[in-house]
Each structure stands twice: as C-alpha cells, then as structure tokens.
C-alpha cells in the first residue's frame, strides 16, 4: 500500500487546476450504453475509480480509448448484461450500469453493492424506481437482476429521499422507457445536472435538472455523445481549505461551474474569517491571521456537502473557539476525527455530531485513511501540522484526486509518495486498536518502508 509523508509548516502558493469531476464522469460514462456508437467524453480525471468503471464497461463489450483526458466509449456490441463481480466489488458506483442496460437490452445482472466505510448505503431507490418503470426486479444471492423484456414504460417515481446516483439510475433508465417519466424529490446536484447535459447531447428530452422534479420524454433510439465534465467541486474545494490553511496566497482555476457549485463552503469559509477572491473562475484564498469557528450541518446540494465536511473540520480543529459539525447524510463519516486527534486535535464525537475545540496547532504523526475523503483531510492536516506527517492507505485517496500530490508540490507542499512494505496490520487503523489493546489477539506487525518513488498514481 501507498503512503505519504508530508513536511509540515509549508505555505502554499501559486495556482493549480482543477479537474474533471469523477463523480459526474462516471453516470456519464454509463450512459454510453444507452446508444451504438462512439461516445466522446473530455475532461475524464485519471483515477482508480475512472479506471475501474472503464475495465466494467469493457468486460461488458464496451470498446474504450483513452488519450489524455478524453475518454472515447463505443457501446455498439455488448456481450453481456452483467457487471463483472470482482470490479463491481472495488466500486458502488457500478450500480449506474443497470439503469441503461435494462432499458436499452432488457436484461441486466449486477452485484449488490455492499456497505461501504462511511456507511449501510442501500440501493432500495434505485430497485423501487426501475420497478416502477416495469422491471422485474431479483434478487439472487448477491446479484440484482433486473428484466424488462417488452421495454420500460414511463411513469411517476418519487423518491423517499434526494439520492444522486439513484436519480441518475432512473434518469438513464427512463430516457429509452415508452412515454413520460416524472421523478420527484430528485437530488439537485451539479453532477445529475451534467448527467442530463450529456443525456440531451444523446438527444433525451429531459426538463427540469436542478430542480426537484424532472421530467423525461422517452425515445426509441440516443445518439452518441461528445460532452465536457464539468470541475471537480470536492477536489476543488479540498485546494481551497489547503488555501485557508497555509495559502500565501493559492488561487483555485477551474472549469464549468467551478465558482457556482462552491457557495456553501465559500460562505463558511467567509465566516471564519477566511477572504475568497473571486475572479471568473478563479478563486484565490490565503491563511487569515486568525481561524474562527462556526457549526456546519451537511446537507444535500446546494448546502454544505458531505464530501467537504472531513477536510473542512481541519480548519475547524485550528479555529478559535468550539464549532458543532453535524454529518445528516452518511451515518459513520466521522471516522477521521479519531485520526485528527492523533495528531493533536481536540475534537469529541457525540452521535452524528463532532464537537470541535479548537487548539492553536497540531503535530505531525502516523496517521491512517479510512475513506476518500477522510484521506483529504489527513493530507490537509499534515500539510499545517508540526514536523512530519505519514498518512497511511492512500490507496483511498486514489480513487478520487488526481495527481494530488503532483499538483500539492507544484505549491510548494514537501510531501511523497512511498510504498509501505509487508504492513500487513495496521496499528494505527481503528479496526485494529482493539485487537492491541488484547495480548491475545496481538498482532505481529512488520513495518517497514520503501523505496521512495514519486509516482503519479
Ligand atoms: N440512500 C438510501 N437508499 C438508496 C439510495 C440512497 O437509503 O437507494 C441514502 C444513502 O444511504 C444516504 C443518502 O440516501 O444516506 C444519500 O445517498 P446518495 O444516494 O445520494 O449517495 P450516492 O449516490 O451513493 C453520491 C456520491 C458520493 C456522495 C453522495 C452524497 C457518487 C459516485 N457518489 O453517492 O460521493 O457523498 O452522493 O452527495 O456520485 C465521494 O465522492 O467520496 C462520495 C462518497
């Protein structure tokens, strides 16, 4: 497994890029398979989930070509209806191909996507909505089988509560169903936004994205598309609280939608005394003299996003006074306030709430990533804490930034990538505190590391 090992203290300055966004890319490049012919996707992030969504797609007939970061996907001949078991088992996002393939086949067979680190996360929206289009839904040891042989019908579908990747199931289920489609208290996020970009690039009649309720005129037959992902909003606001934390100053250049998609955490960082510059889109922040503290509740688009919380209780930890950060979306995504005490953070979980005290610095330990963007936070904090930060299964960080560390050097950030060798326990995972914390269930851990290599993911 990869880690890091950051410098703190480093001031970061200078402009770094933002990338295409996975979260959208990835629905968008299910929807290739709505349509024969060779669908066009720029601005594709180079990630682990990017990469393994794309060997889904092949194992499935999808013929791929990459070329920096354009992502071409020609669906034309499809050999199967099913998500190989062992990709979709790295990814929960793998449960976008069911939507298009049983609109467009009929048939599809795709693994139950299990619990994740940050929580149960069920797909019974998903299964209800493809339901209500007309699929006969099954389930079969641990796959989802889902037929529709005589095609989908649109229908009404209102959903118990704003899921993303639920909305974008049934939008790309719905555009090849025969009539209207109506779904209601949709998630408004700017990814199922560009999803319905791409989807009227494909010729879909489809209104109302943005809102709570959209609307989908069926069709018989898409084309394929050529579409631009619009920025990556969590990998752009995860530069912008490194900007709060040690900029001197940073500016944060982005694609469509960079500035608007920002403006929960924009505000919160305004009241904790950070300044935001805005230019087009460009946005420049700097460290403020001193870091206040304000509560955060995360909410569903356009509030403050889940994906933020972690890296922005960083900020928190360092801020002048006692914040409230409550988490209503995930119900286990505190997991890094365990970590963030490690390394000196004063911060006490009650229920879904984290109660942060903040202390004037933290000190660089050995820290360990439990999700991606748990992994966020602990580069941020190593990259303001005393001395020298290692943090541990990065492997999750992979999965969703880009060339982090590339683009944090390009800054000034003194941090590298290394490769641990035979860890195979971690001591510092929480999994594992209690089997330490028992002399029978001790573990022999074999810590050793190298060579250094900078590799770019
Ligand atoms: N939910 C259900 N049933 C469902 C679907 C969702 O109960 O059928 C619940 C979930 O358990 C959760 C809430 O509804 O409590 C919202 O979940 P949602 O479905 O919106 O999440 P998701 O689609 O699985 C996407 C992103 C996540 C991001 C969330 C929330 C992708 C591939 N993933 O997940 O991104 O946190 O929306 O904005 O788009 C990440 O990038 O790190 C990440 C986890």
């Known amino acids: 497994?990869?880690?890091?090992?950051?410098?703190?203290?480093?001031?970061?300055?200078?402009?770094?890029?933002?990338?295409?966004?996975?979260?959208?890319?990835?629905?968008?490049?299910?929807?290739?398979?709505?349509?024969?012919?060779?669908?066009?996707?720029?601005?594709?992030?180079?990630?682990?989930?990017?990469?393994?969504?794309?060997?889904?797609?092949?194992?499935?007939?999808?013929?791929?070509?990459?070329?920096?970061?354009?992502?071409?996907?020609?669906?034309?001949?499809?050999?199967?209806?099913?998500?190989?078991?062992?990709?979709?088992?790295?990814?929960?996002?793998?449960?976008?191909?069911?939507?298009?393939?049983?609109?467009?086949?009929?048939?599809?067979?795709?693994?139950?996507?299990?619990?994740?680190?940050?929580?149960?996360?069920?797909?019974?929206?998903?299964?209800?909505?493809?339901?209500?289009?007309?699929?006969?839904?099954?389930?079969?040891?641990?796959?989802?089988?889902?037929?529709?042989?005589?095609?989908?019908?649109?229908?009404?579908?209102?959903?118990?509560?704003?899921?993303?990747?639920?909305?974008?199931?049934?939008?790309?289920?719905a555009t090849l169903a025969r009539g209207t489609t109506v779904l209601r208290n949709c998630a408004r996020e700017p990814e199922v936004i560009d999803l319905v970009a791409a989807l009227c690039a494909m010729g879909a009649d489809i209104e109302g994205a943005g809102t709570h309720e959209i609307t989908v005129r069926g069709c018989t037959e898409l084309r394929p598309y050529i579409h631009r992902v619009i920025a990556d909003r969590i990998e752009c606001g995860t530069f912008l609280i490194a900007g709060a934390l040690a900029g001197d100053p940073l500016t944060v250049v982005g694609g469509v939608g960079v500035v608007e998609h920002q403006m929960a955490l924009i505000g919160k960082l305004r009241a904790v005394g950070v300044e935001v510059d805005i230019d087009g889109d460009r946005i420049t922040v700097a460290r403020p003299s001193t870091i206040g503290a304000v509560d955060v509740q995360t909410a569903p688009y356009p509030g403050f996003p889940t994906d933020m919380q972690a890296q922005f209780m960083v900020l928190l930890a360092l801020g002048k006074g006692t914040s409230l950060v409550t988490e209503t979306i995930f119900e286990n995504r505190l997991m890094h306030v365990a970590e963030l005490n490690h390394l000196g953070a004063n911060i006490r979980v009650e229920g879904d709430s984290a109660i942060v005290n903040g202390i004037p610095q933290l000190s660089g330990s050995t820290v360990t990533a439990t999700d991606l963007r748990a992994s966020a936070c602990l580069v941020l904090a190593g990259l303001v804490a005393d001395g020298e930060t290692v943090v541990r299964r990065i492997d999750h960080l992979d999965r969703g930034y880009e060339h982090l560390e590339v683009k944090l050097r390009a800054m000034g950030a003194r941090i590298t990538r290394f490769t641990e060798i035979q860890a195979r326990t971690s001591v510092r995972h929480p999994r594992n505190r209690q089997r330490l914390g028992n002399p029978a269930l001790k573990p022999q851990v074999s810590l050793k590391v190298g060579p250094y290599s900078t590799q770019a993911m």
């Open 1 to 173: 497994m990869d880690a890091f090992k950051i410098q703190g203290g480093v001031r970061l300055r200078g402009e770094v890029q933002v990338s295409g966004s996975k979260n959208a890319s990835l629905p968008i490049m299910a929807a290739a398979l709505l349509s024969s012919g060779n669908s066009v996707l720029q601005g594709v992030p180079d990630l682990a989930d990017v990469r393994a969504f794309t060997q889904v797609l092949e194992r499935m007939g999808v013929r791929t070509k990459r070329a920096g970061d354009v992502l071409e996907l020609d669906a034309s001949s499809i050999a199967q209806y099913e998500a190989p078991h062992e990709l979709v088992r790295t990814m929960r996002a793998s449960i976008l191909v069911l939507g298009p393939l049983v609109a467009r086949f009929g048939s599809a067979k795709v693994l139950l996507p299990g619990g994740c680190a940050i929580g149960a996360r069920p797909i019974d929206q998903h299964l209800k909505g493809l339901n209500r289009l007309g699929a006969k839904i099954e389930l079969e040891h641990d796959y989802v089988l889902a037929s529709a042989p005589g095609g989908l019908r649109g229908t009404d579908v209102v959903f118990d509560m704003p899921t993303v990747t639920g909305t974008e199931n049934l939008l790309l289920a």
